[in-house]
């Protein structure tokens, strides 16, 4: 399985980004999928997931900016990311579940205060 990330970038706060991972096969074979991200230093969080049943949990810091969906026709999870913050600043990683666990190359997002 292949987890192919894109759409980080530099921005000033205040601003978006739309963070896509086109994944190699239909994403409803997966239970789970979702974002991460870590931080210079940091482990590796939860930003969003969003099962195949469609229920979503985001983490606390996030809720209210960022927004997770998915294209099933195209195969492709966004993470749409508003309000940034530079606090926000790390390499986010898309992530994939089916009993087995898949990872995404990792998309750097940077947030300038």
């Known amino acids: 399985v292949q987890l192919q990330a894109s759409g980080g970038g530099f921005v000033q706060a205040g601003g978006s980004l739309r963070l896509s991972c086109v994944a190699s096969r239909n994403i409803l074979s997966f239970k789970v999928m979702g974002w991460y991200r870590q931080g210079p230093g940091n482990q590796r969080q939860l930003v969003a997931r969003i099962t195949a049943g469609t229920q979503i949990d985001y983490a606390d810091s996030v809720k209210g900016r960022f927004t997770i969906s998915r294209d099933i026709r195209k195969k492709t999870l966004y993470l749409q990311m508003n309000s940034l913050m530079p606090e926000d600043s790390a390499v986010y990683y898309c992530?994939?579940?089916?009993?087995?666990?898949?990872w995404g190359q990792g998309t750097l997002v940077t947030v300038s205060s």
């Open positions: 992530n994939a579940n089916s009993g087995a666990t898949y």
